[in-house]
């Protein structure tokens, strides 16, 4: 008999929606190969929850991803009810081995991952707003043996598994460089293009490579916050506050709608051209990158030489380069797509099979 694995996924968004559909497809794989049946026993989104916990049969979830899909409600569904809080659905014990994994963009799932790791289940996170949080929630959560968090920085990527490898055998980290936004990358280069700024901004809010609110993206906190989750597992005692943070807007325009805002920003196009002319003229690349080291974590615009690896990254691709005692010369390199409801998904995946005994 396979390994009966209950899952319960918080967040039913893109990628929780990509989890699903992964769990479903590779059930004969995992069955074969790890002797495991995944089985996702309950799912919640922002206002509703499904509990079943004999697991939904397949059937139903295809139902409850296509409703999902078009926008409904989970508390509106058949098997559906009202979400009375995430720590009543986690501690609706299951079963020892069970994996409760958070997909949210909410800080509100912290007591459920916590109970649920008290437990004694295992928890996975792509949502970085958990491990963001203050330095003493961030080392609870990471204490725990069954807490994973891999697609929080750089989505499929193996960076937290490889800065993990790299600590717990003995490596020094000297400085960590990171290109860790899709959005900003792409928009350093429709800058270097020759874009004006705000075009180059229209440009990534259409191909919805920003937030419906661009400003989530060009304040750099979503960046800061990989850099502190980085700069915290390399052993800095940060809080977010504490980083670095180059804002590629003025504070004053966060009053604005999001219409004003858009409407606002050609007046920051001349800085931008101003600023690329002048890394033009030395024979530099604006590049939007992350940065930790001892004396502490950054990230921002800067100018860099064409050869560099952060320069050479494609536009919506990340890359991490962790330069330490042993990797020191010629620095540990990882890159590729980071970002993206199924690669994110699969560095989800990888994190609850990597908890299965
Ligand atoms: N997409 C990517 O490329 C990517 C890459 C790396 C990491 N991530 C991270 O992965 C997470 C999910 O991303 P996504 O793109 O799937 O986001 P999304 O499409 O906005 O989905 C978020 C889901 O979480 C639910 N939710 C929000 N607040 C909740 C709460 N308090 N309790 C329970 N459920 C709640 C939402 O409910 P409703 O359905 O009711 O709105 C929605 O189902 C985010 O933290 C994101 O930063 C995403």
Redesign the pocket.
């Known amino acids: 008999m396979p390994q009966w694995v209950p899952i319960i996924i918080?967040?039913?968004?893109?990628?929780?929606r990509a989890l699903t559909r992964q769990i479903v497809d590779l059930r004969a794989l995992h069955t074969e190969r790890l002797r495991a049946r995944l089985e996702i026993v309950a799912l919640?989104?922002?206002?509703?929850a499904i509990f079943q916990p004999g697991g939904l049969q397949d059937a139903e979830l295809d139902a409850i991803l296509r409703a999902?899909a078009q926008g409904a409600?989970?508390r509106d569904g058949e098997l559906g009810a009202p979400?009375g809080d995430?720590l009543g659905l986690v501690d609706v014990a299951v079963d020892d081995g069970a994996i409760v994994v958070d997909?949210?963009?909410?800080d509100?799932?912290i007591p459920a991952l916590e109970s649920a790791l008290d437990q004694g289940y295992g928890a996975v996170t792509?949502?970085?707003?958990p491990l963001a949080a203050d330095l003493a929630t961030y080392r609870r959560l990471t204490d725990h043996r069954r807490f994973r968090w891999e697609?929080?920085v750089g989505?499929g990527l193996p960076v937290i598994a490889t800065l993990q490898n790299l600590i717990l055998t003995g490596d020094e980290v000297i400085r960590i460089e990171g290109a860790l936004s899709g959005t900003l990358g792409f928009l350093a280069s429709q800058l270097e293009a020759g874009a004006p700024f705000s075009a180059a901004v229209r440009e990534a809010k259409q191909r919805g490579y920003t937030e419906p609110d661009p400003r989530q993206d060009l304040g750099g906190l979503?960046a800061a916050r990989k850099a502190l989750i980085l700069g915290r597992m390399s052993g800095l005692p940060l809080e977010l506050s504490d980083v670095v943070i180059e804002s590629l807007y003025p504070a004053a325009m966060n009053s604005l709608t999001v219409d004003e805002f858009l409407d606002a920003l050609p007046a920051l196009d001349q800085q931008y051209a101003q600023r690329v002319a002048e890394a033009k003229a030395t024979g530099l690349t604006l590049r939007y990158a992350a940065e930790v080291s001892e004396s502490g974590a950054r990230v921002g615009f800067q100018a860099l030489p064409p050869d560099h690896r952060l320069a050479r990254v494609r536009s919506s691709d990340s890359i991490v380069i962790f330069q330490t005692a042993r990797y020191n010369e010629n620095p540990l390199v990882v890159s590729g797509r980071g970002?993206?409801?199924v690669?994110?998904a699969a560095g989800v995946l990888g994190d609850i099979l990597s908890l299965i005994a």
């Open positions: 918080l967040g039913i968004g893109n990628v929780g919640a989104d922002s206002d509703g999902k409600r989970l979400l995430l997909l949210t963009a909410s509100t799932t792509a949502n970085k707003l697609a929080t989505a979503d970002a993206g409801a690669n994110t």
